[in-house]
């Protein structure tokens, strides 16, 4: 954490330097975090799902390779460990049941849809464990959310879309909520070598998962490798800006924006897919907004709150 005084959920009582670019660093989530989406369809449509993952990551840990190399001096074997088990369920589980979902036909609205019920498990997690005191907030803010991403994604389901397919999103929405838990609750190193070291973690599961399968060799078209070079760049922007906007906002505050996903990865799909745009997706984004914007007031009454009493207890 940034200081002594940040609390569990990334809040700095009295402080609003951070949170005057917390739109900015919102916004920019929720767009780049969408582009994953995309790029998991644009990826099913030249290889397997093994194969796109496997290239893709191992650029990832090209990339990265310098911030790697600074952190196998720097991390402890505690640290190792945490990021072995962070990289398990942020990434190979979640990346692989997102393209592997794209792979069986999951529209990516849908797998979008799926992936942002998870701000209710956050919250309600954070709520449990915290033995914090429900407030109506945080059963409306859900409520709204869940409501506002039904609606976006219904006209994306068809009727050839198996229940099996539709677990593979739903997984990979609870491993990156586990995830999600267990980051704020172990000190984390610099974002940098986070993002490095778990790279490189991600590349060696899917690398040996695909050569396995025998999916690692790639096909020789210019479509695969533009859909790889799109998993890269969204991958790495995405989960550094979801690891910042944790760190720098809170987890249920980086969940909740996740609510806003389906609708941007709807609005995407029209000139990339040519995916049609309905009144649910206008309507789902409006609700969808309309729950992050009732969740964070309701976080930043209890921010104050907290403040308050903490300034009340030192005095």
Known sequence: MHCEYTNRYGYLPGMDTSRTSAPLRGAALVVVWSSGFIGAELGARHAAA??????RCLATAVVLLPWALRALTRLTRRDWLHQAVLAL?????????VFQAAAAGVPAGTSALIASLQPALVLAAAVVLDSRRWKAGHLAGPALGTTGVALTAAGDLSAGVSLTALLLPLVAMLSLTAGTLLRQRWSSPPLSQTLAVQAFFTAAFFTTYSAAAGTLTPPPTTGFWTAVAWATAAGIGSYGLYYLVTSRDGAAHASTLLYLTPATTAL???PMFGHPIRLTTVLGLLISASAVALLQRTRGQESRSSAAKMSSQRS
């Open 50 to 55: 093994g194969t796109v993952l496997a290239w």
């Open 268 to 270: 995407w799909a029209v």
């Open 89 to 97: 369920l942020c990434q190979c589980l979640y990346l692989g049941g």
